[in-house]
């Protein structure tokens, strides 16, 4: 289907929903409202106040007033992270936490890992954000309590579990359209919920004329069909059997030279069967089978298919002492790849044990996590992390935490077949990296203030040898930085300010990491009062260089982007939307060769019918 007829269904989708639906309107942001709950920081539930990590949340209100964006923006934007996007929606984008590499960062749907094991990158371009309800971003070293890859962070997405009848459906530039329904049923001991949603939008152009290899001026549209789906039965007190799924299909056209129509199309799918059990009254033990898929296959100029299914499966005890928490766990994953390339091995399992404890003293607060991998690739892994917090005055907390992290190589890294002069290496020793971190905190009333300072060594970076010819275990990065946050309410007003000063560096060359600046942050102010709430948020960076030469050649300046938002309850039961995104139609780069979007403009209405 072509992007306009979706447009056009949009627009009358908006015309029916006002008229057949029971509308509401989006609940008060949870920044500034209620306390937030999460798991993420040491695997067990807890307030977001309590927690010792850098933790953030990303909730449904600041999902819902995104507008024409993706996940890595998304995460720029509230996440205080960097990011590299390769055109417009649907092309591949990577998310620098802390200064970190993308395939630093692990991405959990619903607690299940979601990658492609043959590049070893996250495909954040196709996860809809229609099916997201919030995310958590953990941001530092966190391999001692989620395994490999985790030395920038983890990234939890937590899809939506529509409660009675909801509805959706939108329209913008670029031909943009989306659509999107869910329900959610409860009876008795049992409840479902089934949400699934499309959109399609025919993009700019993804390249440029800068791009000497793959530059094509022709448009590269984008379609994505995305669901959800959950059962869930209480069969007695203190026990739950739950399915739950995701799938998410995306339709990219991207350029790899002029005279070619090229392709990509990729299914991203969790499946995750779990049992939670109250054991005894201090025992709550969880269950959980689950199968992560990430299958790509690319037509035109150089057509290709790279498939990963990773079989998971957990079992995490909790266990409650007072003031002490104990978590002991062990987990296992397979993961193989099929591919139309000949992988000289296309399968390794991942077997973990381990235990993270919190204990509460007064005014201090006491965690650590320890955990073994042992990867059936290159043997076994031991990583660690303790940290302390201090609330020395009624509104004020000092915290400090160490770890350690490691990231596995990819099949493509250890196992690529010779080709065109280039191959794997499976010799190669997994990335290791030493994290420190400190923050201190100040809150009251409607306020608060927090200032963090991180400093990360990571060695045995791979990276492609001097004759192109393989990779080796070569580079050090250092990545030390601090980050400023602010949040403010007064009356119907909220703001807030993030602002990360790093220095990124390769420890050898001293020269900057590739796509990462010294400075970048956000700043945003809403007006949430009777029928409306209005505000706007801008985005910044300064300098970055596309080379590790950093070369002149090579270097992106820096940017703004200013975006802005209205929701207008209209009656008690309708709410109409309006965002815009990069107000002003600044011209950017996030990588050399490659176009950002220009002003986008999206006109919605939601629908909840209980």
């Given amino acids: 289907m072509h992007p306009l007829p979706l447009r056009r269904a949009a627009v009358a989708g908006v015309a029916v929903l006002v008229s057949?639906?029971?509308?509401?309107?989006?609940?008060?942001?949870?920044?500034?409202?209620?306390?937030?709950?999460?798991?993420?920081?040491?695997?067990?539930?807890?307030?977001?106040?309590?927690?010792?990590?850098?933790?953030?949340?990303?909730?449904?209100?600041?999902?819902?007033?995104?507008?024409?964006?993706?996940?890595?923006?998304?995460?720029?934007?509230?996440?205080?992270?960097e990011i590299s996007v390769t055109g417009g929606p649907g092309q591949p984008s990577g998310v620098f936490l802390r200064g970190t590499n993308p395939g630093?960062?692990?991405?959990?749907?619903?607690?299940?890992?979601?990658?492609?094991?043959?590049?070893?990158?996250?495909?954040?371009?196709?996860?809809?954000?229609?099916?997201i309800d919030h995310i958590e971003v953990l941001r530092g070293p966190?391999?001692?309590?989620?395994?490999?890859?985790?030395?920038?962070?983890?990234?939890?997405?937590?899809?939506?579990?529509?409660?009675?009848?909801?509805?959706?459906?939108?329209?913008?530039?670029?031909?943009?359209g989306a659509l999107r329904a869910g329900i959610g049923r409860s009876a008795g001991a049992w409840s479902w919920s089934l949400d699934a949603g499309a959109m399609e939008v025919d993009a700019f152009s993804a390249t440029n004329a800068a791009n000497l290899f793959s530059y094509n001026p022709d448009r590269d549209p984008y379609r994505n069909h995305n669901a959800s789906g959950s059962l869930r039965w209480r069969w007695a007190e203190g026990h739950e059997l739950s399915l739950r799924g995701t799938f998410d299909r995306g339709v990219t056209h991207f350029d790899a030279g002029p005279g070619s129509d090229d392709v990509n199309r990729t299914r991203l799918s969790t499946l995750a069967l779990r049992s939670e059990d109250r054991i005894?009254?201090?025992?709550?033990?969880?269950?959980?089978?689950?199968?992560?898929?990430?299958?790509?296959?690319?037509?035109?100029?150089?057509?290709?298919?790279?498939?990963?299914?990773?079989?998971?499966?957990?079992?995490?005890?909790?266990?409650?002492?007072?003031?002490?928490?104990?978590?002991?766990?062990?987990?296992?994953?397979?993961?193989?790849?099929a591919s139309g390339t000949a992988y000289t091995r296309t399968e390794r399992t991942i077997s973990s044990l381990f235990a993270a404890a919190q204990r509460s003293l007064d005014a201090v607060q006491l965690?650590?996590?320890l955990r073994s991998d042992r990867n059936s690739q290159f043997g076994s892994h031991t990583t660690g992390r303790v940290g302390a917090g201090w609330s020395f005055a009624p509104e004020w907390r000092l915290s400090a935490a160490a770890g350690n992290a490691?990231?596995?190589?990819?099949?493509?890294?250890?196992?690529?077949?010779?080709?065109?002069?280039?191959?794997g290496n499976p010799n190669l020793r997994p990335e290791?990296?030493?994290?420190?971190?400190?923050?201190?905190?100040w809150r009251r009333d409607g306020t608060t203030a927090s200032l963090t300072a991180f400093d990360n060594r990571i060695d045995d970076l791979i990276a492609v040898d001097p004759t192109f010819s393989t990779v080796i275990n070569v580079n050090r990065a250092r990545i030390r930085g601090t980050t400023l946050g602010l949040q403010q309410t007064w009356g119907a007003w909220?703001?807030?300010?993030?602002?990360?000063?790093?220095?990124?560096?390769?420890?050898?060359?001293?020269?900057?990491?590739?796509r990462r600046a010294r400075d970048h942050g956000r700043a945003g102010v809403a007006f949430d009062r009777g029928a409306w709430r209005v505000g706007g948020d801008l985005v910044a960076s300064g300098a970055r260089y596309d080379s590790t030469a950093n070369t002149p050649g090579s270097r992106m300046g820096g940017y703004a982007l200013l975006s802005l938002y209205a929701n207008w309850a209209a009656t008690r039961e309708i709410t109409l939307g309006a965002r815009v995104t990069n107000a002003t139609d600044k011209r950017y780069e996030l990588a050399q060769g490659y176009n950002t979007a220009p002003r986008q403009v999206v006109l919605s209405v939601d629908a909840l019918w209980r």
């Fill in 104 to 131: 630093h960062v692990i991405v959990l749907v619903d607690g299940v890992r979601l990658n492609s094991a043959t590049t070893g990158s996250n495909a954040l371009e196709h996860i809809a954000l229609a099916q």
């Fill in 406 to 423: 490691f990231r596995a190589p990819s099949f493509n890294d250890l196992y690529y077949p010779l080709t065109v002069g280039f191959s």
């Fill in 142 to 176: 966190a391999s001692s309590l989620y395994g490999a890859d985790a030395i920038g962070g983890v990234i939890q997405i937590f899809t939506r579990t529509p409660e009675g009848i909801s509805a959706g459906a939108s329209a913008g530039s670029e031909h943009r």
């Fill in 494 to 514: 909220s703001a807030d300010v993030q602002w990360t000063h790093q220095s990124p560096h390769d420890a050898a060359t001293g020269l900057l990491l590739v």
């Fill in 20 to 81: 057949s639906f029971v509308f509401a309107p989006p609940a008060r942001s949870a920044d500034f409202a209620v306390a937030q709950v999460v798991v993420t920081a040491n695997r067990v539930p807890q307030a977001a106040d309590a927690a010792l990590a850098d933790v953030v949340v990303i909730d449904a209100e600041q999902i819902e007033r995104a507008g024409p964006i993706g996940l890595a923006e998304l995460l720029q934007r509230h996440a205080g992270a």
């Fill in 432 to 441: 290791r990296s030493r994290g420190l971190d400190a923050a201190l905190r």
């Fill in 367 to 369: 965690e650590g996590s």
């Fill in 280 to 337: 005894a009254r201090h025992w709550l033990s969880t269950l959980r089978l689950a199968r992560g898929s990430d299958h790509s296959s690319v037509s035109g100029a150089f057509p290709g298919r790279f498939d990963t299914d990773q079989d998971q499966a957990l079992w995490q005890n909790d266990l409650a002492f007072g003031a002490t928490t104990l978590s002991l766990g062990a987990e296992w994953r397979r993961e193989r790849v």
